[in-house]
């Protein structure tokens, strides 16, 4: 009897703590709202690319007041690497509004759901297709089309948002797909922000004739930090120059050196220096 007792109570705990084994992962991978972070606040949607096959996460920071002006429509601004920059734009357009009375925008954040080479594809995205492409690169052309076809269309469909106002926002490998894209549809975004963007590969396609293009009010921003490489402020400071110079250039082009800016770290100041750019005609007086 006592050794019958004796393994009952072992079955018993092995079943507890296995149960417990099969719902700690459940439990870690419940999903965490950010319904509780209202300068996140908005909407998530995923959207599969119909040109590769590949997921992708959409996250959407709608304006302060959004839903009590019901007849209001938005510029939308276009994150690349929504992972990482949109928990940090975001907010700061919103903290931007505060300050500085720039107007509230459909903050876009366009994600992979992971920094994992496998999942993240950012590499192969934001390159064209050249003669120095490496194997793993040279995909603009499709996530070109994909922005293009799908998700401009979806985010318009779903929020009052503004066509005419559209902002394309990339930093480093993001950089080069922005400049490289107003090259190859000007009109689709209105303003375009580069920070600190690499100039390969097929570095020729970004200094390559543009397309054709209707509208008279498109603007490029490209913003260098001085304590970048020095591959990379010479970039932005030969693209710029030289497109500056061009008859043929769709856009009006701004350099923005940020003396003790680094490649990544300053990203927010240079959102907050290229958007107060392209704003400056519709700041309103700070709260």
Not at 129 to 146: I, K, L, N, S
Request: aromatic share 8%; hydrophobic share 45%; glycine share 8%.
């Amino acid at each position: 009897m006592h050794r019958l007792l004796c393994a009952c109570v072992l079955l018993l705990c092995v079943m507890v703590d296995a149960g417990a084994a099969a719902a700690a992962p459940a439990e870690a991978a419940r999903p965490v709202p950010l319904d509780h972070l209202p300068s996140l606040a908005g909407d998530y949607f995923p959207l599969v690319a119909a040109n590769t096959g590949r997921g992708h996460h959409v996250y959407v920071r709608l304006p302060d007041g959004y839903h009590q002006a019901p007849e209001k429509t938005w510029p939308v601004v276009y994150l690349l690497d929504g992972d990482s920059l949109f928990p940090l734009l975001a907010t700061t357009h919103m903290l931007l509004t505060y300050d500085e009375g720039l107007p509230e925008a459909i903050v876009v954040g366009i994600a992979y759901g992971g920094f994992d080479p496998s999942i993240n594809r950012r590499h192969h995205d934001y390159t064209a297709a050249g003669v120095d492409t490496a194997p793993d690169q040279g995909g603009a052309e499709r996530f070109h089309a994909f922005l293009r076809e799908q998700l401009l269309p979806e985010v318009e469909r779903r929020y009052r948002a503004d066509p005419a106002r559209r902002v394309l926002v990339g930093q480093s490998r993001g950089g080069y797909f922005v400049l490289w894209s107003a090259l190859r549809d000007p009109d689709l975004f209105q303003g375009r922000i580069a920070s600190n963007p690499v100039f390969a590969p097929a570095r020729e396609q970004l200094f390559d004739t543009p397309a054709a293009h209707r509208r008279d009010d498109l603007a490029v921003v490209v913003v260098s930090g001085a304590r970048d490489t020095a591959e990379r402020v010479r970039g932005a400071a030969e693209w710029t120059s030289a497109w500056s110079r061009r008859a043929d250039a769709p856009w009006a082009v701004d350099l923005v050196v940020l003396p003790e800016g680094t490649h990544a770290a300053s990203i927010g100041e240079a959102y907050r220096r290229a958007m107060l750019r392209l704003f400056v005609d519709t700041l309103a007086p700070a709260r």
